[in-house]
């Protein structure tokens, strides 16, 4: 049974840091991408960042690329992302999702992850 587990949220000031982590079981983990999605209260799920099982290929959003830095360690099967000046506009329940086709284009469609996280909530105050 494939299960993957976020923690690291909570709230934080505006401009301030989070570091998210998942952890993944049940899967060989380094032959998933690995992705991490977002959904605010009333919007739609948005992608924010995915790392290539082979190669450790980065794919960001625009709204984050230069603040957020995805990562993963195929030895401990973990994924973090690391938030740094967070804008209250990333106010968002956060989800970890892995898709097992590898195929780049996929990374950041959700529609094409295979396991998700149940989420952990990011708030960011102004």
């Known amino acids: 049974q494939v299960q993957l587990v976020e923690s690291g949220g909570g709230l934080v000031q505006a401009g301030g840091s989070l570091r998210l982590s998942c952890t993944a079981s049940?899967?060989?983990?380094?032959?998933?991408?690995m992705g991490w999605f977002r959904r605010a209260l009333g919007k739609e799920r948005e992608f924010v960042a995915a790392i290539t099982g082979v190669g450790a290929v980065t794919f960001y959003a625009d709204s984050v690329k230069g603040r957020f830095t995805i990562s993963r360690d195929n030895a401990k099967n973990t994924v973090d992302l690391q938030m740094n000046s967070l804008k209250p506009e990333d106010t968002a329940v956060y989800y970890c999702?892995?898709?097992?086709?590898?195929?780049?284009?996929?990374?950041?469609?959700?529609?094409?992850?295979?396991?998700w996280g149940q989420g952990i909530q990011v708030t960011v105050s102004s």
């Open positions: 999702a892995a898709e097992a086709s590898g195929i780049r284009l996929f990374a950041s469609l959700g529609s094409n992850y295979d396991y």
């Open positions: 049940g899967l060989t983990f380094s032959s998933y991408t």
